[in-house]
Structures are given as C-alpha cells and as structure tokens.
C-alpha cells in the first residue's frame, strides 16, 4: 500500500510560468514533509521541507503548501526554467518508532520548455 | 568539501557474486541510511543505522546486509541471495535527533548484475 502517492507521473510547462507538483498521503502520522529533486543517474537533492505545524514555507522560486486535512502537499515552482526540468520526489516521515525514516513517492517528471 | 561520497559509479557483477558497495560521509551525520531506486519507482529503504555497531532493517533487508563500525562509512552489501539486484543504489546521512532533519545523499552506484 503506497502511503505517499504522486500520481503525475510528467509534468511539461513553459518556461517562465508556475509549475505545480502534487502529492497526496494516506497516513496520518506523517508530520514531516520533504520535495527533493533528481537528475538522472545523480542522487536526490534536497530542494524544500515543511512541518505539519504550518501550512506553507517558501524559499525563493519554491513555495510547499500543505493541507493536512486532504492529506496533501504541492510545491510551486515560479518562475519554471529550464534547469529545473528533473524528476521531483515528494517524502514524508512520521517521527516516532521510525525516527528518520522517509517514505518517498513514485516521482513526477517536469518538463520545462523554452 | 563535506558530502557523501558512493563508489564506483557503476558496477558490474556475474550473478551468483557478493559485492561490496561503498558509502562514506564527512558531514558528522549519526545517521545513516541505503535506498534503492528502480525505474518509475520512488526511492525504497533497505537499511538504516542511528550510532555505530547498530543498523536497522527498512522495507525491503532481505537480500543484503550493512555494517557500521566507524561513524563516517556504511557499506552495503548485496548478497547472492538478492533476487533482483539490478538497481541504482543511493546512500544518505542526516542529523538523528528530536528535530524535523533533511537526509542529503551521494551520488549513486549503478549495479549491474548478468
């Protein structure tokens, strides 16, 4: 049973306008939320996070706004460039038994054209 | 520089071989973890360990076995009892504590096993 689920498996915007990614989770002992970016063959970079005590953190084109009573997460990306065209990865972590432990979702490829 | 260091890159094995991945941080991170990606998949956790001389199964152990005797190095090793050990294999480290903390991971090791 998937608990983190992105069910976009590509995304293609045009260059200079928003990119919206979504992630949705199912359980609710998630209070740690994670977006990380990949390039192929590297390893994930850590792009923006969010506690479940607030509902949006931003970090200069990255916004992540959170709905805990949907059980989910999106990240903006605005302006989109070219260089942000990768594969995105939502995580979630419970603190608790598991301390550390991020559950990760499938991905979401982003396009983004010139 | 600190970081996390994976190597080789790539590598290739006949089936029925053991072998050794290699995963080194200079972070001063407690805390760390292997994951293996598969194509159109998210990341999956095999095995993660919070002090030296303890580990900790993930999601999917069988197959593959961890050490950590120094805190800066967990080597991953995947056995011939793996059943599908082709997979890029991804190292990460974090601060283990009762905070919210980001995992930052190396660069990957393409294995590949015929």
């Known amino acids: 049973d998937q608990q983190v689920k992105q069910n976009s498996p590509s995304l293609s915007v045009q260059e200079g306008r928003i990119s919206i990614l979504n992630c949705d989770y199912t359980?609710?002992?998630?209070?740690?939320f994670l977006w990380y970016k990949k390039y192929p063959a590297e390893g994930p970079t850590f792009l923006i996070s969010?506690?479940?005590?607030?509902d949006k953190n931003e970090d200069g084109r990255f916004t992540v706004f959170l709905n805990k009573s949907a059980k989910h997460l999106s990240l903006h990306i605005v302006p989109s460039q070219p260089g942000d065209s990768a594969v995105y990865f939502c995580?979630?972590?419970?603190?608790?038994?598991?301390?550390?432990?991020?559950?990760f979702g499938k991905g979401t490829k982003l396009s983004v054209k010139p | 520089d600190g970081g996390i260091t994976q190597s080789p890159k790539y590598l290739f094995r006949k089936e029925g071989q053991n072998v050794t991945l290699s995963c080194e941080q200079n972070?001063?991170?407690?805390?760390m973890y292997w994951y293996r990606q598969d194509p159109g998949q998210g990341l999956r956790l095999i095995y993660y360990?919070?002090?030296?001389?303890d580990f900790q199964k993930g999601d999917i152990a069988e197959g593959y076995s961890v050490s950590r005797e120094k805190k800066e190095s967990f080597p991953l090793t995947v056995t011939s009892a793996q059943k599908n050990p082709t997979a890029f294999y991804l190292c990460?480290?974090?601060?283990w504590g009762t905070g919210n903390y980001e995992q930052y991971f190396g660069p990957g090791t393409r294995l590949t096993v015929t």
């Open positions: 995580a979630a972590s419970a603190r608790g038994g598991s301390q550390g432990n991020l559950i």
């Open positions: 969010i506690s479940s005590i607030k």
């Open positions: 990460a480290s974090s601060i």
């Open positions: 972070l001063n991170h407690d805390a």
């Open positions: 360990s919070q002090i030296v001389n």
């Open positions: 359980n609710s002992m998630f209070d740690y």
